[in-house]
C-alpha cells in the first residue's frame, strides 16, 4: 500500500435515532485527513464525537452523510480487507483464551499458515515485554499487561493504520506514561498510522504529530493543533518546554481562549456551549 | 495437596460419623419404633441383605436419569443454539418453555406411562428428559446472549464470519452457564427419575423399591434405597462438576 493518505473523512454527519424526536446529531460535517504514518490524537469532552469518529473509520458504525475512505478504499472494503488494527480502553481479551492464542486470534480467523502464526505471534509478545506471560491467562495479567496485549493483537497483522479508542483511560497514570512511550516506540518501528482517542491533553500531546480538538454538541473539529515533538521521545520529553508548550495550545483550543483568563477550574470543555 | 485434600474431607466425615451416633443414640435411648425412624444400624443390616437388588435398581435408575440427562440436555443445548441465532424461533421457543417449566411431573408422569405401556422405559426417560430441558436451555440461551460489546465490535473489526464468531466467542463464554444449567439439570434428572417411578410402571429402579418396600412397612429396608438415591444423586452432581472443570480451561 502505497497511499500517502491512510484516512479521508469528508463532510460526515452521524445522527443516532432516539424514539422521540429528530435523534443526536453525533458528528456534523465532519472533515479531516490523516496521512500515512501520520501520528493523529482526536481529544474533547465527552459527548464531542471522537469515539463515534473512531468507529466510523472502522466501520463498526455508518456515517449517516458523508464519506470515510481508509487507504483510498470505502471504509467497508478497509474493513474486509483487513486494513486496520483496533484496540478499545477495555482490552477485550477472550479470558479463557491464553495470552499468546489471544494475540494469535486475528491470524488464527484470517487462515494464517500456523507455523507463520507462531513466529508472529513470539515477535510481538517480545515488542510489548510479555514474551515470559504466553502461557498465562488474562485474568493473571495486570491492566497495564491486558492492554499490552490487546495491542499487540492490534498489530497482529502488521497494519498500516492503528485505531485506538483510550488504550490506557483506565490505567493508573504511571503505568500510562510507561505505555506511551512503548506506543511512540513501537510507532516508530512499524511506521503505522495512527488515530487515537483521548481525553487526556498531554497524552494527545506527547504522543501525536496533530491534535484533533473537537467540541460537543453536535461534534465537530474546532481546530487542529500541530505538535510533533519530533522523533525522539523519551521521558525526558514530558519536562521540556515545548512539551507544556503544546499542552497550553491544545487546551486553549478546547477552551476556545486563552487560559490564564479563566479560572483553573473551568478545564473542562463542557462548559462552552 | 494432600492436607487440603484432608482439610476439605475430613470435617463433613466426621460430622456425618458424629449425626450417625446421635441418630442411633436417639432411636435406642428414646425408644422410638422403626415406622417412625429405623436405626441406622437396622438399615445398615439391610443394606447389606439387599445390595445385589439395590446395586441392579440404582444402574436401572441410574440408566433412565442418564439418557433423559443427555438428550433433555443437547435438545436444550441446541434448541438455545437456534434461539440464539434465529428470532423467530426465539419467539416461538419463549411461550413453550414457559409452559414446559410449570409442567408438574406428577402430572404428567401417569399420563405418561399409560401411554406407552407398563413395560417401557421411555415414558421415564421422557420426563427426565422434560424437567431437564428447561433449566438447561434458559441458561445457556442466557450464556449466548451475554457476549461483550467489545468482543462484538472487536470480531466485526476482524470480518469475521457468523461461524467463526460463535467458535471463538459466544460458545466459549457460553459454557460456565451451560454447567450452571448442567449441575442443576443433574440433580433434577436423578429425582425426576425416582419419582416417575411412582405411578406404576416397571418395578425395577429405586422408586419402585422405596414405595413398595414403604407398602409393606419395610421401613428399614426403604431407608436402604434411600440412601442409594442420596448416592445416585451425588455421582451425578460430583460427575457434572468434573466434566465442567476438565473443560472449562482448555476450550479455545
Known sequence: MSHAIAVQV?????????????????????????????FVSLIGPSGCGKSTLLRLIADLDQPTSGAVTVFGKPAHQARLDQDYGIAFQSAGLLPWRTVEANIELPLQLHRVPAATRRARVAELMSLVGLSDFAANFPDQLSGGMQQRVAIARSLAESPELLLMDEPFGALDEMTRERMQTELVRICAETGAAVVFVTHSIPEAVFLSDRVVVMSPRPGRIREIVDVALGEKRGEMLREEESFFEGVTRVREALHGAPTEARPDNAVRGVDLR | MRSATLRFVVPPVVLGLVALVAWQLLVVLGDIQPYLLPAPTAILTQLGLVLPVLWTSFLATGANALIGLIAGALLAISMALLASRLSFIDDLLTPVVAAIAVVPIVALAPVLTTMYGATSETPRRVIVAIVVFVPVFINTLRGLRQVLPVHRDLMRAYAASNWQISRTVTIPGALPYVFTGLNIASSLAVISA????????????????????????????????????????????????AIEKAVSRRST
Open chain 2, 194 to 241: 425416582i419419582v416417575a417411578e411412582y405411578f406404576g410402571g416397571l418395578q425395577n429402579g429405586l422408586g419402585s423399591r422405596i414405595t413398595s418396600a414403604a407398602a409393606n412397612s419395610a421401613y428399614p429396608r426403604a431407608w436402604a434405597y434411600v440412601f442409594g438415591a442420596i448416592i445416585l444423586g451425588v455421582v451425578f452432581y460430583a460427575a457434572t462438576l
Open chain 1, 10 to 38: 469528508s463532510h460526515v454527519t452521524k445522527i443516532f435515532p432516539v424514539k422521540k424526536g429528530d435523534g443526536v446529531t453525533a458528528l456534523a460535517e465532519v472533515s479531516l485527513t490523516v496521512n500515512a504514518g501520520e
